[in-house]
Each structure stands twice: as C-alpha cells, then as structure tokens.
C-alpha cells in the first residue's frame, strides 16, 4: 500500500467528524478521546479482535462483514452485561495483500455497524502488520449503577434460556468452507446460514429488556458455543445445570444442511459458536412475564434446562435426550486448543 497512514486514517474515519456532543468532549483527532457517561449510568468496556485465517478468511467474509462482526462481537459482550454500547475504538494492522479498498470495505461495515447500533467510532490505532490482518474493537457502553448481569449470579431453581437460534453461523462456515458451487450462491437455499456467519446481530434489546426485568440471575453472550459459555455461568455460580437436547433452537435449515452434509446440527449449537445470542438464567416465576415482553418485542426466547443444586466445588453440565442424561463437555472454540 503506497499511501501514508495519516491520509488513509481520514479517508476511513471521515464519517466521525464532528460528533462532540452527547457527553463526548472531545471526539477522533486528537491524542486521546474524552467523554463521560450519562447520569446515573457506569462504564462496560471490553475488548474482542479478528484476526485473517483465524475468524476470517477473504473466501468466508467480504471486508465490510469483517468490519461488521468485530463491532457486534464487542457490542454483543456489552449487551451480555445488560448494557447498551455507546463509542468503540478501532485498532488495525494491515497486511501487504490488502489494499487501501479493501480497508474502506472494512471501515464500512464498522460504520453500518455503528450506525446499526447508535455507536460513535472515536478512536484508533493504524500499523501495518508483515501477514495477516488483525482488526480489533474496543467498545465502551453504559449500564445503570450496580445493575450489570454478571456470570456468577445463576442460583439453583431458575431455568436456564437462550435468544435466537444457535448453531447457524457454524453452518454458515460450513457452507462457505465445504458447499459447492450451488450451495455458496448468496440467494441460495443457505443463504440465512451463511448471514448467519457474516452478519450476526448483537442481542441489545434483549439484553436490555432480561436487565428491566429484574429477573436474569447470570448471562453471557455465545461467542465459542453453548457449551462453552454455559460451563462459563456454571463455574463462575458454582452451580450444575442440565439442558434438554430436544429444546436446543436450531433453525430447520441448519438441520437439512447438517442432513445434507453428514454433520450433526446440535455439535454446531453447542461447540460451533459465533451466534452472538445470549444465554443465563431467570427466575422461574418470572419466566411467563418476560416470555410475554420477548414475544411483543418479536425476539425468540427458548427455556432449554435448569439449574440444579450440586456440588458447589464441581459444577457439571448435563444434557438430558429422552430418558438418558450424558455429561456436556466443557469444549467449544479455544484459540490455543485448535493447533493440537
Ligand atoms: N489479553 C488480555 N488481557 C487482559 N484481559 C483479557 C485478555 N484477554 C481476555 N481478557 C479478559 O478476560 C475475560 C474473558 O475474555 P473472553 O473469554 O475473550 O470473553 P468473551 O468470550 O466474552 O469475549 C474478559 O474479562 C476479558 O476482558
Ligand atoms: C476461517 C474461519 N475458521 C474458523 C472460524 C471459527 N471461529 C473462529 S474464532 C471463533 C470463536 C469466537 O472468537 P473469539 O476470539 O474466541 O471470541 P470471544 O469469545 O473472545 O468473543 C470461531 C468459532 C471462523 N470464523 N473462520
Ligand atoms: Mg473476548
Ligand atoms: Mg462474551
Ligand atoms: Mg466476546
């Protein structure tokens, strides 16, 4: 790329000019950004990255999808917190085979992003990077004082419940890595599998009406699987839970393609990951009255099990078929297990 990084930094970021108000000081341009939250609210701030052959491939997602999902993926873990996000800031490291268009391609889904979700980019970072492209987003939210849901708060008598569908953007790779030509076409018969992939939506109304509610105990948002984040509630409660697996909400499409393909539809759900939904616990006198304001909002809310008294030192996960109960492995996306 034969350009400085100063004129490609205001070529990318021009959609953040002149932003300050709102509790934003002092916005992108200058050293650091400066902003408070409003009354009566605290900070959520967290922090996810995408990096080229890891969560991406030029074959699997077009520049602005990447720019798309590094947003949603931040946003999503704000929304798992109950919170809604407000100003994100984005680090990237540009490899050699992209070129400055490419680069556009991905501000642009940043910006679709944030516009999808009322948030201001005001900040980054700009290097190059000798490989791969690493994209990363911080995002800062707010919250009402002392109300964040955090993972640790699931208790024995509440059911446990996931939004959405789960296992559709596994499918979706799968699709993408694995379908032939007819298959991949974007208008095809997977084409909701793979959006799934490239296109997820983080829960924030969800998140917001579980926080209104007064009746989530824990949640968590499924970034690495079902599986994964229900051992997270688990452990940090230091509780057992167990899930029905007739009750896990995969989309029939999801299951004709596993069919298809000779997968199993509920690996994906539980070890594929990247669904950006949310899952944790309610009051179980409190699920009718959330269940009715899930429905009104038009979101899918699915009870799949319960938490149950255990042994606090040794949380278990159980997955109940039929009459029979096996253990749920504490398995999902893991960055350093894949290279065994
Ligand atoms: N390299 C790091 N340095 C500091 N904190 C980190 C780092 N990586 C992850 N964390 C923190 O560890 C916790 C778990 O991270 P992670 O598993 O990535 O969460 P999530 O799946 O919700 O994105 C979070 O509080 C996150 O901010
Ligand atoms: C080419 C390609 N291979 C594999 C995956 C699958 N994948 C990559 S990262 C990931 C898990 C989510 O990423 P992570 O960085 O662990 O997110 P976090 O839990 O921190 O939010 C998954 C399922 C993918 N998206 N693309
Ligand atoms: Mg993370
Ligand atoms: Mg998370
Ligand atoms: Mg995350």
Not at 92 to 114: K, N, S
Not at 245 to 268: C, F, H, M, N, T
Not at 313 to 321: E, V
């Amino acid at each position: 790329m034969a350009h400085d990084e100063f004129s490609l930094i205001r070529q990318w970021t021009s959609r953040s000019d002149g932003q300050e108000k709102d509790g934003l000081t002092v916005g992108l341009g200058d050293d650091a950004a400066v902003f408070s939250p409003a009354p009566e609210m605290e900070v959520v701030a967290c922090c996810d990255a995408m990096v080229e052959t890891v969560h991406f491939l030029k074959e699997t997602m077009s520049p602005s999808d990447i720019g798309y999902k590094a947003v949603t993926s931040n946003v999503s873990d704000v929304a798992a917190m109950g919170g809604y996000a407000r100003y994100a800031l984005v680090s990237i490291a540009v490899a050699p085979h992209w070129t400055p268009e490419e680069c556009q391609g991905i501000y642009d889904g940043i910006y679709a992003a944030c516009e999808a979700y009322n948030v201001r980019v005001i900040g980054g970072d700009t290097v190059s990077a000798p490989d791969a492209l690493h994209l990363s987003v911080t995002v800062l939210g707010e919250v009402e004082k002392g109300r964040a849901i955090r993972r640790s708060q699931a208790r024995p008598g509440q059911v446990v419940f996931v939004t959405g569908h789960v296992g559709s953007s596994a499918a979706g790779l799968h699709v993408l890595l694995h379908g032939d030509q007819t298959t991949v076409e974007p208008s095809g018969r997977w084409a909701k599998l793979i959006e799934a992939h490239q296109r997820p939506r983080a829960q924030v109304e969800a998140g917001r009406l579980l926080l209104e509610s007064g009746a989530c105990g824990a949640l968590n948002d499924v970034s690495d699987g079902l599986a994964s984040e229900l051992w997270e509630i688990a452990e940090a409660s230091a509780v057992s839970m167990c899930v029905d697996a007739d009750k896990i909400p995969v989309r029939e499409d999801v299951r004709a393609y596993a069919l298809l393909s000779g997968q199993d539809p509920l690996k994906w759900a539980f070890y594929g990951g990247e669904d950006y939904q949310l899952v944790g616990t309610l009051e179980k006198s409190q699920v009718e009255a959330v269940r009715a304001r899930f429905a009104a909002a038009g979101i899918l809310l699915t009870v799949i099990g319960e938490v149950e008294e255990g042994k606090p030192a040794q949380p278990k996960l159980s997955l109940r078929s039929g009459d029979s109960r096996t253990d749920l492995p504490k398995a999902g996306y893991n960055h350093f297990r894949q290279r065994e």
